[in-house]
């Protein structure tokens, strides 16, 4: 498999009237091509955050402190935003958590889709609407032929979802970054894109990196795992290791509060107990040390990764004994 993206010691802070708020704290992990890679956490785990880092989103007061972002081998951080404009949207794009923010409310759909095409592709006007057409009928939009030409506001919230995603799919872009895709959603509807996710899981030209704070969605269609806490990465594996041999006590956790799909109604996370460490002065040691049933004096600590088996790894005391500690790229032990 070909790496695709690589991010190494990834910081980013917000500066606030009472400090800086450390968002993303030293996260490195990679997607290789093709690959469907779930980042999962409750909020302000710094999931959204990372995201919006790779795709060079980060807005003043936030910065990127520390770290690299290599897509395809070329580091990402510091490009122009000229060069920024070429990739994002092409070779990589990212689908939001709520669509009607992306959509121009007074456009036609046809008109905005075929601008992208054609902004991207350099189609030709019939050719980019036939195009539009297709995508359209692609992500199961019945009827597209008259649905180019209708407003957002006649597509049902799934729909205009849809509508965002066969146009993040326009450009056939290397990775594709979802942002809560589905949370908006009923369970209907988050099923049916779900579907579309479970599509692209099998196309091996377009790598997924699928935010979510639900596990059952990844389950259904991610191969690998990225748990996230208090802006680190908490535990990594394949979709086997995080639901049969997950070893960090969030993860586990996490594990015990997916919501039992008995009874009808909004599926919720139920939280684990307590509250997610303040990022502002965040403590020195575990970040799920307050929260944690396990929690031990060397908890005070930072752990280094530990290497569970290929590909699986926890930042976790716990695993000591039976573990040996990651290296990280450059060569630390972190
Ligand atoms: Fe719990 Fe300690 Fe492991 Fe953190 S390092 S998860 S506090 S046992
Ligand atoms: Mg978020």
């Given at each position: 498999t070909e790496r695709l993206l690589s991010v190494d010691g990834l910081r980013v802070s917000f500066r606030t009237r009472d400090g800086d708020n450390q968002a993303v704290r030293g996260v490195s992990f990679h997607i290789d091509a093709g690959e469907t890679?779930?980042?999962v956490g409750e909020s302000g785990s710094g999931k959204s955050v990372t995201a919006k880092a790779i795709m060079s989103l980060i807005q003043p007061p936030g910065e990127i402190i520390a770290g690299s972002i290599e897509f395809r081998g070329e580091r990402l951080n510091d490009l122009p935003e000229k060069t920024w404009r070429k990739l994002r949207g092409n070779r990589i794009s990212m689908v939001f958590q709520d669509p009607m923010t992306s959509l121009n409310p007074v456009k036609r759909i046809g008109d905005q889709m075929t601008e992208v095409i054609r902004r991207h592709r350099g189609l030709k006007a019939d050719e980019a609407l036939a195009e539009a057409i297709r995508l359209l009928r692609e992500v199961g939009i019945a009827d597209p032929e008259r649905r180019v030409r209708q407003y957002p506001h006649e597509f049902s919230g799934?729909?205009?979802?849809?509508?965002?995603?066969?146009?993040?799919?326009s450009c056939s872009p290397e990775?594709?970054?979802?942002?809560?895709?589905?949370?908006?959603?009923?369970?209907?509807?988050?099923?049916q894109i779900l579907e579309l996710f479970k599509q692209l899981k099998a196309n091996p030209d377009t790598a997924v990196a699928l935010i979510t704070h639900d596990l059952g969605v990844v389950a259904q269609v991610c191969t690998r795992v990225i748990v996230m806490y208090g802006g680190m990465i908490m535990e990594e594996g394949t979709v086997e290791d995080i639901f049969y041999r997950a070893q960090h006590p969030y993860t586990l956790g996490l594990l015990r509060s997916v919501p039992k799909r008995a009874g009808g109604g909004r599926e919720r996370l139920i939280a684990i107990e307590g509250?997610?460490?303040?990022?502002?002065?965040?403590p020195p040691g575990c970040p799920f040390m307050e929260r944690c049933p396990h929690a031990m004096a060397k908890c005070a600590e930072l752990p280094p990764m530990f290497h569970i088996g290929p590909g699986h790894r926890s930042l976790c005391w716990l695993a000591e004994d039976d573990h040996p500690p990651e290296k990280s790229a450059s060569g630390d032990v972190r």
């Open positions: 890679v779930g980042i799934g729909m205009r979802q849809r509508v965002m995603i066969a146009m993040a799919l990775l594709l970054i979802a942002d809560e895709p589905t949370t908006a959603l009923d369970v209907t509807i988050q099923a509250t997610p460490p303040d990022l502002l002065d965040p």
